[in-house]
């Protein structure tokens, strides 16, 4: 990045096309570039962005973020000196972005145009702003200097990113409204040179901000509501987790369940080359949907980087890297993000497309080599960090793989495995017996269950018995998938009588912890507290033991047991129709006790 | 075709494979056209002043002192009212007799729709047949293929499809369409008296498969054309996108591409998607659906062609020869629509849901009571029941050659249910089965609407 710093000032590297393949261009350039610079093609009055890929020489490998239709050699091409940049503000919440971070709502017309860029901020607006330092304060890349409110969220303003050493508040505009390109202090380096900071900062993507104290083992527990992930296999603040599913079992349902409901501060979604209609879908209804928790719109709180399956290729590999930079902005003003990427499939093509056309030496399914590394890499970004300040912040991300052939061996499965620490595998056989969401609850699993840190918060935060609940409900599960596969195979009346228990009494956690209805108002989202209460109750029955004559009866017991759960599980917590259904469901298990 | 005086015209080729040729020329644009002996080309890779034609109908006899225009233009389509009740091949040229069109020339494979800018997809798609309308509702804006083998008659369920969907437009993309399935497509919307709301772009099996890539891209260009600027609704049919994949590898092949998954390009999901996506419900109320055909090899849906338009497409329709009655049904298990929530209860009976669901759960229960006797265990009363409902289903509810409303495939449910099974087996909300369990009662209801 800081390669051409002396350049930039004097005058930029120019060049002119010369060799097209699609939306590679080989540019011959006239001085120096760097690998990954921006550079826009002057093509007929119209600018192409493109990202330069590889250096051959005085060629300069470009990847075109656009369509290069009737592009033509010996055409100009002006390099930038930096990198591919976002541009970091108050604004960003509730914007509608493609994968370069244009603002898709300010772009006219219905249809696209190729090189229309727009301005991801609003440079007019007027916002409230507050200070935090004080003259002679000593700060720092990613210090907090003042505050706005963005849609209620507090949005710190912060020495930029890419400010290094260390620097001496000299004056720190005092509160009113200003807009985010006005002055709002000024802050002189250890050779008193003074530096004017507006609220507008840029950093390139493809860097992770590291403007943090560090970066400890996430331990909290981030509630999603969705069942058979806080219970079964919880994801934590910071943590990491991916959804492997075949096309039809309910992946981006279960994506949308889970940004509605989890307990982040801020949303970003990245629609990642997937349906145009899902996007749709989130646009239509974010802004319908009320935040529990704020009173406030989803949307308030939520940025979309929509960058479908029909748009540039080469833009869908940058928008993963725009929604993780916008996520890293938002975690260093001591915020809990949410970041979920549908597919990164689509974006791990998007890498072999063009590593096709670079004609490299293939791996495994014509992917690239480097494709596991560069997946751990990214995965690597999100986390929970301790500022400066010690104040802390999060970044949780949640991808989803779109496995070929619902093939959970094939190459982008398999590096993210190897990335990600928890995997909520859906499964066909759960997806087409309606058993949603399809979690397959033996073969998932999260990897922070084993850290003594999450251990111990969730002795204290949860219950000290729910640990051993969650395993304890994970064999009852695994012991009852057994016994079906000896029913199946010997038939009904060829094995014991207490198959069919164990076998019905996984069923039950099947039916009542595991399936949720996402569209259902009172189920959809299910707290911590209510969770702890309706396992332990499941646990309860589990654990009892039944006087029953044969199989048939067995069936048609918990048939009865699991409709009564059901009808709990539709009831709001504690209100009387729940108690009700409560003192029905002991009379119930009483009648049947041994 | 369309050479221009003072035109440069090239005559020397250097390299020649079966669908490229490639020659030194200056000042030539990416992606545009040139004849190459008289055959279409258009260009698909430049290095330096070396140029790389895919020649569409192949370079079978080119010899390399062949003359090599340039046109100066990508593959365009004249756009009008004209379009309308008309047949053209792959390049836009009429093949039926009739006039060149004349309208405004346009680009085809246009930029995409601002995702921002999109509608939520919300009008019912009336077919008459029930294994769609009940089960697998389709909505204006959708995307949907049918996974077929290629002995199920597709094409006759597709021109259904078409003719009953109360579209203002229907647009045919046939790829690799055999001449017989196109003489009856043409007579079918003959027949129909349809000819004027149809508009076809044609490969048959005899001309040469390359060509064919441009014909979803001509056909979506003239649904453009009658949904942006005519406000209509348009359905378009493409069949047969597994040929269209087929001839994509064909090419990517000869450029010496790196193949992934199954010989396919590794561009796959996107050349798809980007046909597919074309989809859209505009905010200004006209539509394009899309209803295509894939092909499946022996019923194998995780071939990447299948596989990949599974992920693109919302939802897809599995065709079945059931043989307990001898008749081709929409399979009820396989099919899926995912937009179907987004009409079904809203714009059809309240009770379309959870009717729909019970009798697919009674279906499932006689397929888990056929394998049940299959394995040689004995069938319990409910086991025999759901037999005899599933058989009567599949006649009344899932054949293919049904023509009636969706009322009228909810009361013939109802009625299913009433024989086979009684309340509690059947589970449905109590509401509804207090308003339609009763036979004489929903014919009262019904007098009264």
Redesign the interface.
């Known amino acids: 990045m800081n390669l051409k710093c002396d350049m930039e000032n004097n005058h930029k590297t120019t060049g002119k096309v ?5 939306n590679l261009v ?1 540019v011959e350039t006239n001085g120096p570039v760097s690998q990954n610079e921006i550079c826009f093609i002057q093509h007929q009055g119209v600018p192409l962005m493109a990202e330069v890929i590889k250096i051959l020489g005085r060629n300069a490998y470009v990847q075109v973020f656009e ?8 055409t100009e091409v002006i390099f930038e000196g930096h990198m591919l940049e976002v541009t970091l503000g108050p604004g960003i919440l509730s914007k ?1 972005y493609d994968g370069l971070q244009n603002d ?2 300010k ?1 006219d ?6 090189g229309e860029y727009t301005d991801p901020l609003d440079r007019d607006k007027r916002w409230n702003f507050t200070p935090i330092a004080k003259p002679g304060d000593q700060v720092s890349a990613g210090d907090w200097l003042g505050e706005v409110s963005e849609n209620g969220m507090p949005h710190k303003i912060m020495v930029p990113f890419k400010m290094t050493g260390n620097y001496t508040v000299k004056s720190v505009t005092p509160a009113g409204q200003h807009k985010v390109d006005d002055t709002i202090a000024t802050i002189t380096d250890e050779n008193g040179h003074a530096h004017k900071i507006t609220m507008v900062q840029k950093w390139p993507v493809k860097m992770a901000i590291r403007q943090y104290k560090e970066k400890p083992r996430p331990f909290k527990l981030l509630e999603t509501g969705v069942r058979c992930i806080d219970t079964l296999n919880p994801i934590t603040e910071g943590g990491t987790g991916f959804i492997p599913g ?3 079992t309910g992946k981006t349902v279960l994506q949308h369940a889970i940004s509605k409901q989890a307990e982040a501060d801020i949303v970003i979604i990245a629609a990642c ?1 997937e ?3 899902e ?3 989130v ?2 209804e974010f802004p319908e949907l009320e935040d529990p928790r704020t009173g406030k719109k989803l949307i308030e709180r939520t940025t979309i980087i ?1 960058n ?4 540039p ?1 080469a833009a869908r590999e940058a928008s993963v890297y725009t929604a993780m930079t916008l996520g890293e902005y938002y975690r260093n003003m001591g915020l809990r993000v949410l970041l979920m990427a549908d597919s990164t499939s ?1 974006w791990a ?2 890498l ?2 063009m590593s ?1 056309r670079l004609e490299e030496l ?1 791996g495994p ?3 690239p080599m480097d494709l596991s590394a560069i997946v751990s890499n990214f995965y690597s970004r999100a986390g929970y960090v301790i500022l400066n300040n010690g104040v802390s912040g999060s970044i949780t991300f949640i991808g989803t793989v ?1 496995p ?4 959970l061996k094939e190459p982008v499965t398999e590096s993210t495995r190897k990335a990600a620490r928890c995997f909520y595998g859906l499964s066909q056989a759960r997806a ?3 058993r949603y969401p399809a979690i397959d609850a033996i073969d998932s699993y999260s990897k922070y269950l084993e850290y003594p840190e999450v251990q111990s918060y969730l002795d204290h935060h949860v219950g000290d018995t729910w640990l051993t609940n969650v395993i304890k409900s994970k064999d009852i599960l695994l012991r009852g998938k057994e016994a079906r596969e000896q029913i199946n195979i010997l ?2 009346d060829g094995v014991p009588l207490e198959f069919h228990e164990r076998f019905w009494k996984s069923e039950l956690i099947d039916f009542v912890i595991l399936q949720q209805d996402a569209f259902d108002k009172i189920d959809a989202s299910t707290p911590m507290e209510r969770q702890k209460y309706m396992l332990e109750k499941v646990l309860e029955v589990a654990d009892a033991s039944f006087d029953f004559d044969n199989f048939e009866e067995v069936g048609s017991y918990f048939k009865q047991i699991i409709n009564q759960f059901k009808q709990i599980n539709y009831a709001e917590f504690n209100s009387e129709k729940f108690n009700a259904y409560m003192t029905e469901l002991n009379t119930m298990i009483q009648s049947h006790l041994n | 075709m369309e050479t221009q005086a003072f035109q440069k015209i090239y005559t020397k080729i250097n390299n020649i494979t079966k669908a490229t040729v490639s020659l030194k020329a200056a000042n030539v644009g990416y992606d545009e056209l040139a004849l190459v002996h008289g055959r279409l080309g258009q260009v698909v890779k430049i290095m330096g002043d070396d140029v790389i034609l895919q020649v569409f109908s192949g370079t079978e006899g080119i010899p390399t002192n062949a003359e090599v225009v340039f046109l100066s233009r990508p593959p365009q389509l004249k756009v009008s009212e004209q379009l309308a009740g008309r047949f053209f091949n792959a390049f836009g040229d009429p093949i039926d007799g009739g006039p060149e069109v004349e309208g405004e020339t346009r680009d085809i494979g246009s930029p995409s729709v601002n995702p921002v800018r999109r509608m939520q997809p919300s009008h019912l798609i009336a077919t008459g047949i029930a294994g769609i309308d009940l089960n697998n509702t389709l909505v204006t804006g959708q995307k949907i293929p049918f996974f077929a083998d290629p002995d199920q008659p597709y094409n006759q369920v597709m021109a259904s499809v078409a003719l009953r969907a109360q579209a203002d437009k229907i647009i045919l993309g046939g790829m690799g369409l055999s001449n017989d399935d196109y003489l009856y497509f043409k007579n079918v919307f003959d027949n129909a008296g349809a000819l004027n709301r149809i508009v076809s772009f044609v490969n048959t099996t005899d001309n040469p498969p390359v060509e064919r890539l441009l014909v979803p891209d001509m056909a979506l260009t003239a649904a453009e054309y009658f949904a942006v600027d005519k406000n209509e609704k348009v359905l378009v049919l493409l069949t047969d996108m597994t040929l269209y994949a087929d001839a994509l590898s064909i090419v990517s092949n000869r450029m010496d591409q790196i193949p992934s998954k199954d010989s396919m390009p590794g561009s796959l999901y996107s050349d798809l998607a980007r046909i597919y996506e074309k989809a859209v419900q505009f905010p200004s109320g006209g539509s394009i659906t899309i209803v295509a055909v894939t092909t499946l090899s022996g019923g194998d849906i995780t071939h990447a062609i299948p596989d990949n338009t599974g992920y693109i497409t919302e939802g897809q329709l599995f065709l079945r020869r059931d043989s307990d009655i001898g008749k081709v049904i929409v399979d009820p298990f396989r099919s899926l629509s995912r937009l179907k929530q987004l009409v079904i209860g809203k714009q059809t009976r309240k009770d379309h849901p959870q009717v729909m669901n019970a009798a697919i759960r009674l279906y499932a229960d006689a397929a888990n009571a056929r394998t049940k006797l299959e394995n040689g265990f004995d069938l319990t009363d409910y086991d025999e029941r759901t037999l005899e409902f599933a058989k009567a289903y599949s006649e009344q509810i899932l054949a293919i050659d049904l023509n009636i409303d969706t009322k009228m495939m909810l009361d013939v449910s109802w009625q299913l249910f009433r024989t086979h099974f009684n309340k509690a087996e059947v589970g449905i909300k109590q509401e509804f089965v207090d308003m339609y369990w009763d036979e004489q009662r929903v014919i009262d209801l019904n007098m009264n609407e």
């Open positions: 010369a060799g097209i393949i699609a080989i369509s290069t239709r009737g592009l033509k050699c010996g509608n898709l709502d772009m017309g219905v249809f696209l145009r190729r075949p096309f039809g080359g349906r145009a209609n996007v749709v879908e646009f239509t929509a479908t399956s029909n748009m290729v689509r093509q998007a072999r497309e096709n293939p399914d014509a992917f779109s070929a052939g619902g093939n087409d017996s309606k038939g009904d």
